[in-house]
């Protein structure tokens, strides 16, 4: 079987930096991608992690570490805007869906 | 004009009724998906199709049926409706990169 594990809720303060942590329990791994959701709203694409290390794009960065079957969302210089849902899914081969994680709720207060 | 698109967006059926969900993209895309979601249960997926001659069933299809008209279209149907198919209801599709989802804006359906 597959799993996935990310905290359900998580609370930063306007203008921090927050790490939303995933790992994951699967057959066969290709990589892990991270989707924001707002309220009301469709998940949107952020980053993907084929590769150990840091992607960065912008003010969010995307980690994966394959030997400890974990990766982490950074979000720094946190706005309100950034208040959303954030799921880490894991692509298990090319011919296969992702797997999504249950999600993780972001609340960025002043 | 939006690239992937759900009809209807809102939606109130009686338990027992057949319905339709249906989705369009202009992306060009080979891969569609059907997505539930429930409050703090994440994205479950229902189907995929990986090109319009495959359908596959995923983690809970149970009480749904998927109907690949052509690349671009792409079909839900609840065959006889029950109260906790209530959800919200995403289409998504990709290209061969299927890390990339483009999610349309979803149907929020009520089953009475």
């Known amino acids: 079987g597959q799993s996935l594990e990310q905290p359900s809720e998580v609370t930063a303060v306007e203008g921090a930096i927050v790490q939303i942590n995933c790992t994951y329990q699967?057959?066969?791994?290709?990589?892990l991608s991270w989707y924001q959701q707002h309220d009301g709203g469709a998940p949107t694409f952020l980053s993907y992690?084929?590769?150990?290390g840091l992607e960065e794009t912008g003010r969010f960065s995307s980690f994966l570490s394959r030997s400890d079957s974990y990766g982490y969302l950074l979000l720094q210089e946190l706005q309100m805007k950034d208040s959303a849902s954030y799921f880490c899914a894991v692509l298990n081969s090319g011919n296969t869906p992702l797997v999504f994680g249950k999600g993780t709720r972001l609340s960025v207060i002043a | 004009d939006a690239d992937v698109t759900q009809t209807p967006r809102n939606r109130i059926t009686k338990t027992g009724k057949r319905i339709m969900l249906e989705c369009s993209q202009t992306k060009g895309h080979d891969r569609m998906y059907w997505y539930r979601q429930d409050p703090g249960l994440g994205l479950q997926l229902i189907y995929y199709?990986?090109?319009?001659?495959?359908?596959n069933k995923g983690e809970i299809s149970d009480g749904y049926s998927v109907s690949r008209q052509a690349q671009a279209k792409f079909s839900l149907s609840l065959e006889s409706a029950i109260p906790n198919q209530t959800a919200l209801y995403f289409c998504?599709?990709?290209?061969?990169?299927?890390?990339?989802?483009?999610f349309g804006p979803g149907t929020r359906l009520l089953v009475l």
């Open positions: 992690n084929a590769l150990d």
């Open positions: 199709s990986f090109d319009v001659k495959d359908i």
């Open positions: 699967t057959s066969g791994f290709y990589g």
């Open positions: 998504a599709t990709s290209d061969s990169q299927v890390e990339t989802q483009y």
